[in-house]
């Protein structure tokens, strides 16, 4: 099975940061990674789809890169909506998840 | 707009059987799409459980096959989710979502807003 490793797992920033999350493959996955973005009590929302493509009415300020084992999401301006957890996924295996804090 | 909307018993008794079902609006569950239940316990991660597809094509995670068994009604356009031999562990939000098929993987593009399942006697 397939394991996919995020860090960090806490990451504390302010507003106006640029954030960088990672997301390790156990075996190359080529570019079938998508990113999720969960806020308290809510359903996970679909951020980043194939490792770079932006999901429908995500802000440009996220995007994505990587392929084979190695993956990034990158927030480049980090706004006060943007405090959640996040998670990769690669079909049935997700990480552990990033919980992005207010420093 | 695609809508899921679980609805289930909030409380199973230990070794009793959870069931669950997801009524879909705003498309149609014989579409291009596999259906998902995922899982999140209390304060963890999400752990994806099965998914299948309008020709009923199944895919189980390995760790629950034993116990799980994914189905779908076309003409009430949902689908359900059985989990037996249930214990505390199993207590979690239970989640349906779509799967868009994106190559050779599914992500999840439309999700229910989650049921919270409580296994206890």
Partial sequence: DIQMTQ?????????????????????????????????????????????????????SRF???????????????????????YYCQQFGTFGQGTKVEIK | QVQLQESGPGLVKPSGTL??????????????????????????????????????????NPSLKSRVTISMDKSKNQLSLQLSSVTAADTAVYYCARGLIVGGTTNFDYWGQGTLVTVSS
Avoid: M
């Fill in chain 1, 63 to 85: 995007s994505g890169s990587g392929s084979g084992t190695e993956f990034t999401l990158t927030i480049s301006s980090l706004q006060p909506d943007d405090f959640a957890t």
């Fill in chain 2, 19 to 60: 069931s669950l079902t997801c009524a879909v609006s705003g498309g149609s569950i014989s579409s291009n799409n596999w259906w998902s239940w995922v899982r999140q316990p209390p304060g963890k991660g999400l752990e994806w459980i099965a998914e299948i597809y309008h020709t009923g094509s199944t895919t189980y």
């Fill in chain 1, 7 to 59: 860090s960090p797992s806490t990451l504390s920033a302010s507003v106006g940061d640029r954030v960088t999350i990672t997301c390790r493959a156990s075996q190359s996955i080529s570019s079938w990674l998508a990113w999720y973005q969960q806020k308290p009590g809510k359903a996970p929302k679909l951020l980043i789809y194939k490792a770079s493509s932006l999901g429908s009415g995500v802000p």
